[in-house]
């Protein structure tokens, strides 16, 4: 988990919903993935909480480098991690706003915002925490 939870023994117990935006190369390391999945699956907000998964991106997709740097860093063209910077920013930015959407109902606020561009499904896989596989 990128150095967020380093010790030993039990991971701490989330108490709030939580989203979390992972990259599709992230899903190709178990161990990780295994983490992230077992710190979700122990939240007490299991119910609010999501995993989703950015089709098509690889680590750096996850950072602002690709956008600060896009003209000195070219893609391999052999990798299977093609989105553009600016896909994947906007798709991180659209997965935030509709989990914040997400919360706010559920939290019975007056005013929600409203954060949807529904021809972005396609880039996204949604796995929530209740029918992920924890080992």
């Given amino acids: ?12 117990r989330l108490q ?6 992972l990259s599709e190369q992230f899903t190709y390391w178990p161990d990780n993935f295994d ?3 077992e710190l979700l699956a122990s939240s007490n907000a299991r119910s ?3 995993c989703v998964t950015l089709v098509g991106t690889s680590h750096l997709h996850q950072s602002d480098i690709l956008l600060v740097l896009r003209n ?8 299977p991690f ?18 914040i959407q997400d ?5 019975s606020f007056t005013k929600q915002p409203s954060f ?16 992920m596989d924890v080992i």
Avoid at 16 to 21: D, E, G, K, N
Avoid at 103 to 107: E, H, I, L, N
Avoid at 117 to 128: E, I, R
Wanted: charged share 15%.
């Fill in 16 to 21: 709030v919903p939580v989203t979390c935006i």
């Fill in 116 to 131: 949807t561009n529904s021809h972005n499904a396609m880039y996204l896989q949604v796995h929530p925490v209740s029918s």
């Fill in 48 to 50: 609010q909480s999501q």
């Fill in 35 to 37: 983490s992230v999945k």
């Fill in 103 to 107: 919360v706010f109902k559920q939290a």
């Fill in 1 to 12: 988990m990128d150095g967020a939870y380093i010790g030993e023994g039990e991971m701490p």
């Fill in 82 to 99: 093609q989105m553009a910077p600016i896909r994947a920013m906007a798709l991180n930015t659209e997965v935030s706003a509709r989990f």
């Fill in 72 to 79: 000195l860093l070219r893609f391999d063209i052999r990798s």
